[in-house]
């Protein structure tokens, strides 16, 4: 399995089916949950954040300046 990255630009990048790669060298989806409220799931380690009533709380609580949106595409050969 291999994942391609391709940037996209995009200022309101956390929207729910977002992929958003970090500084840190992480990949993180942005969820809408069952219950209500949006999390993160880190690709990377396969954790959650804890839910978030609005997009906007969880951009203020995750987001950075050097965040981008990627465009992952999973290739199983």
């Not at 069952?34 to 804890?50: A, M, P, Q, R, W």
Request: aromatic content about 10%.
């Amino acid at each position: 399995m291999r994942i391609n990255f391709e940037n996209s630009e995009s200022k309101e990048i956390y929207k729910v089916g977002n992929i958003i790669k970090s500084t840190g060298r992480f990949l993180y989806l942005v969820v809408e949950n069952c219950e209500g409220g949006y999390s993160v799931v880190n690709l990377t380690d396969d954790t959650v954040s804890k839910s978030y009533e609005t997009l906007g709380e969880l951009a203020n609580a995750w987001g950075d300046i050097d965040d981008e949106v990627v465009n992952a595409q999973i290739v199983v050969s």
